[in-house]
């Protein structure tokens, strides 16, 4: 103060100085995340296509897409299949349209699908890191959080994808984040808008909100009800146990969530008079209907296989470490909930811990209740368990909580820079250029579904349509003149899977009824015009890529 008056510094001034400086500091706490967003984008915009190999789901997917557009139909299913029996609803609807949006402005390649979850999985770090801001409140923290979540391989693996996961993992946060700055209370409550003041009983309409949210995640995926689960979860705690809940507000959430159901249901109906037996029928082969003792034990089986990588096409990323880490958080986030006693429930990070523990057992119970168990649907857990973890240190001192989310940063870097050096190829390019020398893009021909991205749509008859040829009492050669294929594309992963039968038969069906038939049909009726190797594609069952050379042989049909 005494060097202030020698200098005969001006009070006003100093006072303005520090305003300069408070206002560059917020300037810089607002860029960093927005520096760690769009790096995240841009960063993956490159390896879109790289990182992981192409999967047949995704072609099946955008295949549906593309057979919807052309014949302006919802009713419409994937000419792809033409024994596999398909039936149309509308629980994917959504996502079919975004799909076709796309396609009309980036065309008809891997990259414009992927491109839609990478810009999903961006949207959804910041939707993170706006709730890490809320549970935080602290941008330091903050910063942190969203970037733990953007150097996940996991989450990165999702986000490029081009399956609908990353889509309700965006729309979860976006539910979350509106529970908690609309509803929850105790918490810094965003975007008052205009019609809120204009609804008499403004806090019921965001229940039903919340709910609308909800429900467009049935237009995405069946596992809407896994991002549903949570808040059904909490409300009926709050209305059973907390009374914090009218029971008018319980109501409007639910019967929102129901009649939404009903409004897809409807829709499917519509397309398909018998939707619930053709939907339970497929259900029932992915083993939604087993007995829910025997769904508890798959969940096990379930967590083992995530942190063993074994699966069957699905490529799973390296989460060992982070499923470890997982049951730390949930051990010492358990710890401090009974230390509590539930006493302090009013208190917001007990509050906090509590619901984001209630929304993972939720999530669980959704796993059980589904019953189908897809590795890729692991990554609903992971925005939670990360927003978990910066709860529970965000009170500690400032060096512990810097090397506990450094050094968990840290431990994600090493993982995604290793994982990404490994796993990031070319070879999907190249394997469609391959078959580019020999075979026509608009022929008729037998082929696997992941390179459906080279051929003209109604020119590829994929694999699976095999297992149905006794059903509908055709030969192998009825089926090829039936359709007037021209080529056929064999993989020697043909061979492998029916030498190991019946351990892959989930893949394409029981091959060995036909499999004779096709190889004397290859043998008389069809000439060998091209041969080559893709240790990435030429056999899809994750555990036998690149551990050799598999050919694929093109065959011309005589």
């Known amino acids: 103060m005494k060097l202030i008056e020698k200098l005969k510094i001006p009070a006003a001034k100093i006072i303005k100085l520090n305003l300069n400086q408070l206002s560059k500091n917020y300037q810089l706490e607002k860029l960093i995340p927005a520096l760690i967003i769009s790096g995240f984008f841009l960063i993956n915009l490159i390896i879109l296509t ?19 557009a052309a014949t302006h139909s919802l009713k419409s299913t994937e000419s792809f299949f033409d024994l596999m029996p398909r039936h149309p609803h509308a629980i994917k609807i959504f996502f079919h349209l975004i799909q076709i949006s ?27 890191y706006r709730i890490a801001q809320l549970i935080t409140a602290d941008n330091y923290l903050s910063n942190l959080a969203v970037l733990t979540l953007a150097v996940d391989i996991h989450f990165i693996y999702s986000s490029h994808l081009a399956r609908q996961e990353i889509i309700l993992v965006l ?26 003041h204009k609804v008499k009983n403004h806090f019921n309409q965001k229940h039903i909100n919340l709910a609308l949210i909800l429900v467009t995640a049935i237009g995405f995926h069946p596992n809407a009800l896994i991002i549903a689960m949570p808040f059904i979860f909490i409300y ?23 009649l939404g159901g009903a409004f897809f249901i409807l829709i499917s109906l519509s397309l ?14 992915l083993g939604v209907f087993a007995p829910f003792s025997v769904k508890i034990s798959r969940l096990i089986d379930f967590y083992k296989k995530i942190f063993y990588r074994i699966s069957g096409t699905y490529y799973i990323p390296p989460v060992k470490l982070q499923l470890i880490i997982f049951l730390l958080i949930t051990i010492t986030a358990c710890y401090k909930l009974i230390k509590m006693k539930l006493s302090h429930f009013n208190n917001k990070n007990t509050k906090l811990i509590f619901y984001f523990l209630i929304s993972l057992l939720a999530i669980n119970f959704a796993y059980i209740l589904i019953g189908r168990y897809n590795q890729t649907s692991i990554i609903f857990i992971f925005p939670f368990y990360y927003l978990l973890f910066f709860s529970l240190i965000k009170n500690l001192k ?20 290793i994982t990404l050096k490994a796993d990031s190829s ?36 994929d694999y699976r349509n095999l297992a149905y040829l006794k059903q509908n009492k055709l030969s192998f050669a009825d089926y090829i003149n039936k ?19 019946p351990t892959w038969n989930i893949l394409y069906g029981n091959l060995y009824p036909y499999y004779e038939q096709l190889q004397l049909y290859l043998k008389e009726n069809c000439h060998l015009i091209y041969q080559f190797s893709s240790p990435t594609y030429g056999n899809r069952i994750v555990s036998q890529i690149d551990q050799k050379n598999w050919s694929i042989k093109i065959y011309l049909v005589e």
């Open 50 to 68: 790289k990182f992981p190999f192409i999967h047949s789901d995704e072609a099946w997917l955008s295949g549906l897409s593309r057979q919807i």
């Open 102 to 128: 796309f396609s009309k402005i980036f065309g008809y390649h891997i990259f414009t699908f992927r491109l839609i979850s990478l810009l999903s999985g961006t949207a959804a770090l910041y939707f993170f």
């Open 171 to 196: 729309i979860i946060l976006i539910a979350f984040y509106y529970f908690l700055s609309k509803i929850a209370p105790g918490f810094k409550h965003k975007f008052v808008s205009y019609a809120d």
């Open 236 to 258: 009926n705690w709050q209305l059973i146990f907390k009374n914090n809940l009218k029971r008018q507000e319980y109501l409007n959430f639910m019967l929102t969530i129901a």
């Open 272 to 285: 398909d008079s018998n939707f619930f037996s053709n939907y339970s029928n497929y259900g029932n082969g």
């Open 398 to 417: 400032f060096k512990i909580k810097t090397l506990l989310s450094g050094s968990l940063i840290i431990i994600l870097c090493l993982t995604t820079f």
């Open 426 to 461: 070319n070879n999907y390019q190249l394997y469609l250029k391959n078959i580019s020398h020999s075979v026509p893009a608009q022929t008729k021909v037998l082929a696997n579904l992941n390179s459906a991205y080279y051929f003209s749509r109604g020119s590829l008859f």
């Open 483 to 501: 359709n007037k294929i021209k080529y056929i594309i064999y993989p020697e992963e043909m061979d492998y899977i029916y030498q190991t039968r």
